[in-house]
């Protein structure tokens, strides 16, 4: 699932507007906040994006990441549900927006846009989303709606075709994540995907927020192949995946890095109103290419974990072997949705 392809020049375009003006050593001090923000303990009392400068700072060094995860998560979703398009997406907890721009991207040709509502408790977020939003050329980002809300407890959410809630856990309580779940959950027409950084701590977050979107009658289209309970023994593995983020020289001039490239782990599910057609396994770890032979560590739709060797005397199915990236469904061709 790291083959991803390049962040929209739109997106990168409005990102190096946004910072245009602002001080060098302002930005990375906003930078160095923010990471060590989000490598420790999240205080659930405030927002965490405090001015513009803030909101800057992490639209530049976060969205891109952030971006690539969901549209990863959702081209699993749209591997799973065939020409199924929502009408109408609520992303929760949506900051400048950067699954919403995967949103509008995903489903770029539908005949009518997304129609998407941004709820967020930071204003200066909000406002820095929709500035981002009327550069980007996509009719339903152009169009959306973006509304400041307390995600919590209180929160009252819309029906909704989608419901997105990506990096938005971590920043909860536990019962305001529970709460914010079973919200999503009601509010969905269609489908949820919750995405969550790839660490143990956003797997247990994802897998606690599976639980009671199944307990709630959801069906799971991706990244499991089943609704029942992960096969992983808690506290001994984590299931995450990656999704490749192209930099411009902006993007690594902020993160202080040179490659050209940076991998984003992420963890996510995507569940689903109606019954969805989900892969029969996923790939979970990264292909093992050995002399003749491909290994694959796969969770089933059997509810187990199994390694398989995809040797040269599979012919066509080794050559697909070879191609195969980390997150993705195996074989390629999916099951048809209801199915």
């Not at 003749?292 to 398989?308: H, I, K, S, Y």
């Not at 980390?326 to 209801?338: L, M, N, T």
Request: hydrophobic share 40%; with cysteine; proline share 8%.
């Amino acid at each position: 699932m790291n083959h991803s392809l390049p962040v929209p020049d739109a997106l990168r375009s409005a990102l190096a507007g946004l910072l245009d003006g602002l001080p060098p050593s302002q930005t990375t001090r906003a930078v160095d906040r923010l990471i060590s923000h989000y490598r420790g303990v999240v205080p659930t009392h405030a927002p965490v994006l405090r001015d513009r400068s803030d909101v800057a700072a992490y639209a530049a060094y976060r969205m891109p990441a952030t971006f690539e995860a969901v549209r990863s998560a959702l081209g699993a979703l749209r591997d799973a549900t065939g020409e199924w398009t929502p009408a109408t997406h609520t992303d929760v907890g949506g900051g400048t927006g950067a699954a919403s721009w995967a949103v509008a991207e995903a489903w770029e040709d539908a005949e009518v846009p997304v129609a998407t509502t941004v709820l967020d408790w930071a204003e200066p977020a909000l406002a820095v989303g929709r500035q981002l939003a009327e550069a980007s050329g996509l009719p339903g980002l152009r169009s959306a709606r973006w509304e400041r809300a307390r995600i919590g407890p209180a929160l009252a959410l819309d029906g909704a075709d989608l419901v997105t809630v990506s990096y938005v856990l971590n920043e909860l309580t536990p019962e305001d994540r529970r709460s914010l779940v079973d919200a999503a959950a009601g509010a969905a027409t269609g489908a949820v995907v919750v995405v969550e950084p790839g660490t143990p701590d956003g797997y247990a977050r994802v897998i606690e927020a599976r639980d009671r979107l199944v307990a709630a009658g959801l069906h799971i289209a991706a990244p499991c192949p089943h609704s029942a309970a992960c096969p992983i023994e808690p506290g001994t593995d984590w299931c995450h995946f990656s999704a490749r983020v192209s930099r411009s020289s902006l993007h690594r001039q902020v993160k202080g890095g040179s490659l050209a490239y940076e991998d984003e782990k992420f963890s996510y599910v995507a569940a689903t109103r109606f019954a969805p057609g989900p892969a029969s396994a996923r790939i979970i770890r990264r292909p093992q290419i050995r002399k003749g032979q491909v290994l694959l560590d796969l969770c089933t739709a059997e509810e187990q974990l199994r390694r398989e060797t995809v040797s040269k005397r599979h012919g066509a199915l080794y050559r697909e072997a070879r191609d195969a990236e980390w997150g993705d469904p195996w074989p390629s061709h999916p099951a048809e949705p209801g199915s």
